[in-house]
């Protein structure tokens, strides 16, 4: 649209594309509106049309395979707001901290509490685990998201958790203030569209196996469906290094900078398996470009249910947040 084009304008647009046949979204920019209209490739000439309505400025065709995922339909970055003082994507870099699991009410309690302490904004906590074995600990479902509310009422930390399956989205939502989608189901496109319905911010997890296209057409399936809150997250993809879990795919993030507006986080614990490679990971996520970390933290790793290995002792988050806040400020950014 057009600069200052009205509201009348705008809705005149929405209504047309409508008619047509396709799905409006409207993205708000800083100076303008783009209105992307969303369906199906084929009929796209008769959008053409829209030129000639008051306050369209240009009818453009995206030509990236993601649409409302590429910078061809706004360009520069978008802003993800959890609560009044977290925004991905924004001058401050977000760090999410918590276990891996929710395990108990003094676990999570603790952990919430030393993360706070540390400098975390965010809490973490799966309280539906996708493990590899079937006879692992599967997490504390709907106990452990309300561990994990109780845990954001004490200390004021808003929480990301994990939906593994779609017929649990609704208890999740309720306690959620960002629900995590995991590496194993990025490709489950049924979640995604309904994880697009449901209007949550979203953490998306890049899969061990999927290239950077195949994210952002992850990304695209929530988007498509109406919601814009997403954040992406690289973790480490599998590789035939086998002296980390993963390897942490750094140069996906500016790569991601320059396809997509979508805010970009790193969870280094994940991709690094060890806690010991996780400070020097956070900090070459900073200078990367993250607008975020995601990292492990547990108060006792030895006895975690699971990814003891990886998990940060408070101690070692709070001497890695100090060294964080200096690699921040070299990159132009705050913790
Ligand atoms: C997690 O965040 O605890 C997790 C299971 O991560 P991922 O899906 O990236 O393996
Ligand atoms: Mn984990």
Known sequence: MQKGASAHQLKTVKERIRALGYRPHVIHGETRQVIGAVGDERGKARLQGLQS?????????????????SQEIKSGKSVVQISKNVRFGDHKVVVIAGPCSVESEEQIIATARAVKEGGATMLRGGAFKPRTSPYAFQGMAEEGLKLLAKARK??????????????????????????????????????????????????????????????????????????????????????????TRNTLDLSAVPVLRQRTHLPVIVDPSHA??????????????????ADGIMVEVHPHPENAESDGPQSLKPANFSAMMEKLREFARVADRDV
């Open 154 to 243: 004490l200390t004021g930390l808003p929480v990301v958790t994990e939906v593994l399956n779609p017929k649990d989205l609704p208890l999740v939502k309720k306690y959620a203030d960002m629900i995590q989608v995991g590496a194993r189901n990025i490709q489950n496109y049924a979640l995604l569209r309904l994880l697009g319905k449901a209007r949550k911010p979203v953490l998306l997890k890049r899969g061990m196996a999927t290239t950077i296209d195949e994210f952002l057409f992850s990304a695209e399936y929530i988007l498509s469906e109406g919601n814009d809150k997403v954040v992406l997250c690289e973790r480490g993809i599998r590789t035939f290094e086998t002296a």
């Open 53 to 69: 309505l008051p306050g369209v400025d240009s009818v453009v065709p995206i030509l990236k395979p993601y649409k409302l995922a």
């Open 272 to 289: 690094a398996g060890r806690w010991d490679y996780v400070p020097a990971l956070s900090y070459a996520a900073i200078a990367a470009g």
